[in-house]
């Protein structure tokens, strides 16, 4: 009976969340606010659930300050409320986050920690503080923020990552030892785990950043010997790229040689594509048969789809359309009507807010959310920013890739602590799951997009 009514608590979550995020949740909303103003346009006090309710449709959706026109009410009239208030304040940190506010977002998570911290909301505001002081730069004060979770919450929903993210921090505040200490204490804590094996990958990547290449290449054989991969954010192709890197770079060619060829290139494997490039710079690819050639039968599953859209926005902008059509088979599998739990519309899931930027440079001066299910509008709009990104990230797919699914912020900071600029260095240190395999799937559908068609995108 527990079971069943877990599930249904489940379902029941999963409808709401689903209800508030679709389109017709936020019209609704809309037309509510038009008629719960007073005669100077302000809005009303409403019920407290009514206000959460706007603000989740709104929160759901990616308009902001709609949702914390609804979070301030509460903050104003229901401060007695110990339920409604510390999603109020969470709302608040949350959403000048994700409009990168950081500064903004740190002081309402302040405010979240210092009265609601025992709460869940309040446990997940301290852990949101902490990104946002590493997207501030504020490395020193993100790690002290992400080791008070590992001291008030050590069962605590975010305690893995929190664990993982004082590693990160502390290397990129230079403290190279403290960082080092904090992998030992992790390995020690989640012992036999795949949290220790991405505190190992926390310290073979930081080897690399600080080109202690023999130091890399013992990091790397521990993590092989290990050979504990299931659920880490590392694979063992990872690994063997980032040993022969480091083999090469002691000018120990034979032995990178041998890493680079014991990674088995195929479609699938991100890491086997650029160890074929590897063996190939290293003159040995005549020398080692590698299969990578892509079977003319994937026409199907990799079509050519919008192609007048695609070479009129992406030719002008010098994009390969062929990356675009990588990005718009993992986005939305070319499902024109497309929307994600993150509000993200169309072809190339663009969010509104992220479209408002881009829409008078593609040609549209003016821009509804619907609008964005028009292929030709989502194309126009989707290319300009991935132009716009391609600029920023200097040409680096994997970056754009990383930074459409995980953020531009976040990328950059990935991007800078990738030394060398290597894909297969930037790739490793990505540090979302989910965004890692997006760079994985995007990368390999572009490869496969090069192999079957010219840039005009013709049938070779």
Known sequence: MKKLILIFALISAFSIFTFAQSDSSLRLVTERDKTSRDAGGKLVTLTVAEHLYRAD????????????????????????????????????GRS???????????????KLTKDYLMTKDGREGLA???????????????????EQYTIMFPTGEKIESAYLNIIDALREAGKYAEANGWVDKTKQRFSG????????????????????????????DDLLLRNKFANAMVTADEVKYLKGFALDKLNRKTEAITAYSSIKDSISSYYGGLASE???????GNQIQRTS????????????MYRAELLRSAKSLKIDPRFVLAIMKQESSFRANAKSPAA???????????????????????????????????????????????????????????????????????????????????????????????VYKVMGNYRVYRELYTEDLIRR
């Open 278 to 284: 590897k063996l190939r710079i290293l003159n040995a």
């Open 96 to 110: 000048n986050m994700w409009e990168r506010r950081y500064d903004k977002a740190v002081e309402w998570f302040d």
């Open 344 to 438: 993200a519309r169309g072809l190339l899931q663009l969010v509104f807010d992220t479209a408002l930027k881009y829409n008078k440079k593609a040609g549209y001066a003016s821009l509804n959310p619907d609008d964005l299910y028009q292929p030709s509008v989502n194309i126009a709009i989707g290319t300009v920013y991935i132009a716009d990104l391609k600029d920023e990230f200097g040409g680096l797919y994997e970056a754009i890739a990383a930074s459409y699914n995980g953020g531009e912020d976040n990328a950059v900071r990935w991007l800078n602590r990738s030394k060398p600029k290597d894909a297969g260095i930037f790739t490793a240190e990505v540090g979302f799951a989910e965004t890692k395999n997006y």
């Open 193 to 220: 785990m795949a949290v220790e094996t991405n505190a190992m990958h926390s310290r073979l990547r930081m080897e690399i950043y600080r080109q202690n290449w023999t130091e890399a290449v013992r990091a790397a």
């Open 57 to 92: 449709v709104y929160m759901a959706n990616r308009h902001f300050p709609e949702a914390r026109e609804h979070w301030q009410k509460i903050l104003d009239n229901f401060s007695t409320d110990t339920n409604a208030m510390p999603k109020a304040l969470f709302g608040m």
């Open 293 to 304: 050639a892509v079977s003319a039968n994937l026409t199907r599953e990799y079509p050519v």
């Open 128 to 146: 949101q503080k902490g990104a946002s002081y590493v997207r501030m730069g504020k490395n020193a004060e993100a790690a002290k923020t992400y």
